[in-house]
C-alpha cells in the first residue's frame, strides 16, 4: 500500500504554495471591502479599524435585495419548469423505440450544439412585440427553451439505465398519468434531479447577456445585471463595488459548500453520459 | 412531451431559423419591413476589419482556453489524485470559483490589471519591477490578461470532470503495471493517460463552446477595447443590434458563431470516435 511519503508532503507543500497566489484576488477583495475610502493602510495590508459601512451603502445603491428577488424567481420559476416538463418528456424519449421517439430525441439534443446567440436577436423581437421586455418572465420563457436540450439529455440518458419493471407496475396499479409522474417518474429520476436543477441553477443565477439584453433599465435586474450596473456607475468607489462583489458571491459559496458532495456529481456527471 | 417540444421550439429552434433568415435582410429591427440583401451582410464581414479582429480573438482565444484549461485542469486533478491530506480542501479551493458569478469575477479582475493594482503592487513588493505592465492598455496583453481570468475561474470544472476520469482508472492495473517495471511517467502515459480519453472529450467540448460564446469577461473588463482589439464574436453582435441597430448584420455575424460551434464539434466528436476505434 501507498503511504504518506516525502515525495507526497512535496506535493502537498508545492499544492500549498500555488492555492496560496491562486486565492490573491480573493485576499485583495476581502481585504478592501472592509476599508474606509480615506483609509491610509496601504492596497493590501488589512485596516486596523475594519468598516461594515460599505456593505450597508452599497446594498441599497446597488440596490441589491430586490436584485436578489429577481434573481430567485427567475431561477427557482425556469428550473421548476425545466425539472417538470424535461423530466415528463424524456419518459417516453426513453421508453418508446419507435422511429418518431428517436427522431424527437435527436432534435432536442441538436439543441445542445446552438449557442443560443443565433436565437436571442428573433428571441427579443418577438418578446418585444409581445411586451413581454423589462419582465422577468421573459428571462423564464426562454431559459426554459435555451437549457431544455441538456435537460432532455440528461433525463433521457439517465432513465434508460432505469429497469422498465417500475412504471409497468404502476400501470397496473391503475394509476393515472398525472399520479404516475408524481408517484413512479419523480422518484424515478430523483438521483439526475439533483444534477439537473444544480447545473440549471447555476448557469441561470450567473447568466449576464440575457438579463442585460431583456432587463437594461427595468428595475427588474438580476443580480449579476445588477452588480456590472454597479459598476459600469460607480466606477471608481472600489469599496463599495468589492462590498457588492462579496454579498453577492457569499450565498452561492454557502451554497455550494452545504451541497458540496452533489454539486461535485453534478459538474462530473458528464462522463456518465 | 409537448410542453418540452413548445419551449425548444418556441424559445430556440424557431428563433434560431428566424435569426438566420434575418442574416439575408437589413433589418434594423425596429421599422415593419426590410429588404432582402442576399449575402450582402457576409461580404460585408469579409471586408470588416472589426468582424475579423472579432473571429481572430474568438477562435484564438478558444483555440488556446481548451488547451490551457484542459491542461491545467488534469494537472490539478492527478495532483489531488494522489494520498496528499489537504486533498478535500483543495479541491473546493480550486472549484469554488465555477460557481460564482462571472460578471463578479470579472470586475474584481478588472482591478487587479489597474496600473497601480494589486498584480502591479505585488511585482514591485517581490523585486520584478521590470514586469510591471499596463495590463489593459496594450491590445495583445489585454487579449491574454482576460483569458487568464477565464483560466483562474473555469480550470477548477476541468479538474473535477479529469478527477472523476481518474477514478475509472483501475488501481490494480497500475499497480500490476509498477510490478512489470514501469516507472510513474511510463505509466502514467500508457495507462492513465489513454483512460481519461471519455474525460478529454468532455473536457475539449465543454472548453470548446464556451469558449466560442464568451462574453461576460470581456464585456467588464475591457468592453472590446484598447480600441476594438479584444472583441469577440458575441460582443460585436451584441454591440451591432443594441447600439448600432443593426439586427441583420447582427444576425449574420451570429450565424457565424453557430457555424463554427458546428464545425468545432463536428470535428472534436470525429477525433473521439476514430480514438474509440483504433482502441
Redesign the interface.
Known amino acids: 500500500m501507498?503511504?504518506?511519503?516525502k515525495g507526497?508532503l512535496t506535493?502537498?507543500i508545492?499544492?500549498?504554495a500555488v492555492?496560496i497566489v491562486?486565492?490573491?484576488?480573493v485576499y485583495?477583495?476581502v481585504v478592501s471591502a472592509f476599508k474606509r475610502p480615506d483609509d491610509p493602510t496601504p492596497?493590501?495590508v488589512p485596516t486596523t479599524h475594519p468598516t461594515l459601512a460599505n456593505f450597508t451603502e452599497a446594498w441599497t445603491s446597488a440596490n441589491l435585495g430586490r436584485a436578489a428577488i429577481s434573481s430567485i424567481v427567475v431561477t427557482v420559476a425556469s428550473v421548476g419548469?425545466l425539472v417538470?416538463?424535461?423530466s415528463?418528456?424524456a419518459y417516453?424519449?426513453a421508453r418508446v423505440t419507435a422511429r418518431w421517439s428517436r427522431l424527437?430525441y435527436a432534435?432536442?439534443v441538436f439543441?445542445l450544439?446552438?449557442?443560443?446567440?443565433?436565437?436571442?436577436?428573433?428571441?427579443?423581437?418577438?418578446m418585444r412585440n409581445l411586451g413581454l421586455v423589462g419582465g422577468v418572465w421573459s428571462l423564464v420563457?426562454?431559459y426554459?427553451?435555451?437549457q431544455?436540450?441538456l435537460c432532455?439529455f440528461l433525463y433521457t440518458e439517465f432513465l434508460r439505465s432505469v429497469p422498465r419493471d417500475y412504471d409497468e407496475a404502476a400501470a397496473l396499479d391503475g394509476a393515472n398519468r398525472l399520479q404516475a409522474f408524481w408517484h413512479v417518474i419523480l422518484p424515478m429520476v430523483r438521483p439526475i434531479t439533483g444534477t439537473v436543477v444544480i447545473l440549471n441553477a447555476?448557469a441561470i443565477?450567473?447568466d449576464?447577456?440575457t438579463p442585460?439584453?431583456f432587463l437594461t433599465g427595468s428595475g427588474n435586474a438580476t443580480?449579476?445585471l445588477a452588480?456590472?450596473t454597479f459598476?459600469s456607475t460607480y466606477g471608481a468607489q472600489?469599496h463599495l463595488?468589492?462590498a457588492s462583489?462579496i454579498m453577492?458571491?457569499v450565498p452561492?459559496?454557502i451554497?455550494?459548500?452545504a451541497m458540496?458532495k452533489a454539486?461535485?456529481r453534478g459538474?462530473?456527471s458528464?462522463?456518465k453520459g | 412531451?409537448l410542453?418540452?417540444?413548445f419551449?425548444?421550439?418556441?424559445?430556440?429552434?424557431i428563433?434560431?431559423v428566424?435569426?438566420?433568415v434575418?442574416a439575408f435582410t437589413d433589418w434594423n429591427?425596429l421599422s415593419a419591413d426590410f429588404n432582402w440583401v442576399g449575402l450582402e451582410n457576409f461580404r460585408r464581414m469579409v471586408q470588416d476589419d472589426l468582424a475579423k479582429q472579432a473571429l481572430f480573438n474568438t477562435v484564438a482565444v478558444t483555440v488556446v482556453l481548451v488547451l490551457l484549461q484542459n491542461a491545467a485542469g488534469l494537472l490539478l486533478a492527478v495532483?489531488?489524485n494522489?494520498?496528499?491530506?489537504?486533498r478535500g480542501l483543495?479541491?473546493?479551493?480550486?472549484?469554488?470559483p465555477?460557481?460564482?458569478?462571472?460578471?463578479?469575477v470579472a470586475?474584481?479582475?478588472?482591478?487587479?490589471y489597474y496600473p497601480d493594482?494589486?498584480i502591479n503592487?505585488?511585482l514591485g513588493?517581490v523585486g520584478l519591477k521590470s514586469l510591471q505592465q499596463e495590463w489593459l492598455a496594450e491590445p495583445n496583453l489585454a487579449r491574454w490578461a482576460i483569458v487568464a481570468v477565464i483560466l483562474?475561474q473555469f480550470s477548477g470544472?476541468l479538474m473535477?470532470?479529469y478527477?472523476?476520469?481518474l477514478q475509472?482508472v483501475p488501481d490494480e492495473l497500475i499497480e500490476s503495471a509498477r510490478l512489470d517495471g514501469a516507472g510513474p511517467v511510463r505509466v502514467f502515459r500508457h495507462i492513465t493517460l489513454p483512460m481519461l480519453r471519455?474525460?478529454a472529450t468532455?473536457g475539449f467540448l465543454?472548453v470548446a463552446?464556451s469558449g466560442?460564446?464568451i462574453?461576460?469577461q470581456v464585456?467588464?473588463i475591457t468592453r472590446g477595447g484598447p480600441g476594438t482589439s479584444t472583441h469577440t464574436?458575441?460582443t460585436m453582435?451584441?454591440q451591432e443590434?443594441?447600439v448600432f441597430g443593426k439586427?441583420g448584420y447582427?444576425?449574420a455575424i451570429?450565424?457565424v458563431?453557430?457555424l463554427l460551434?458546428?464545425l468545432f464539434?463536428v470535428v472534436q466528436l470525429r477525433i473521439a470516435n476514430r480514438r474509440d476505434y483504433r482502441r
Open positions: 501507498n503511504r504518506y511519503r507526497t506535493l502537498e508545492i499544492l500549498y492555492a491562486y486565492l490573491i484576488p485583495v477583495l492596497q493590501l419548469l417538470v416538463t424535461a415528463l418528456a417516453p424519449l424527437a432534435t432536442f439543441g450544439l446552438l449557442p443560443f446567440q443565433l436565437a436571442l436577436i428573433p428571441l427579443y423581437v418577438t420563457l426562454l426554459a427553451g435555451v431544455m436540450p432532455i447555476v443565477w450567473n449576464f447577456y442585460l439584453l443580480l449579476p452588480v456590472y459598476v472600489w463595488i468589492f462583489l453577492t458571491s452561492i459559496l451554497a455550494f459548500l458540496q454539486v461535485f459538474y462530473s458528464g462522463l | 412531451m410542453p418540452a417540444a419551449f425548444l421550439f418556441g424559445s430556440l429552434l428563433p434560431s428566424q435569426g438566420a434575418y429591427g495532483a489531488l494522489s494520498k496528499i491530506k489537504s483543495m479541491r473546493v479551493v480550486f472549484f469554488s465555477v460557481v460564482v458569478t462571472p460578471v463578479v470586475a474584481l479582475w478588472r482591478y487587479m493594482g494589486p503592487t505585488i513588493m483562474w470544472y473535477v470532470i478527477l472523476a476520469g475509472n471519455p474525460a468532455i465543454l463552446i466560442l460564446k462574453f461576460d464585456w467588464i464574436l458575441s453582435l451584441y443590434a443594441f439586427f447582427s444576425t451570429a450565424v458563431l453557430t460551434a458546428l464539434a
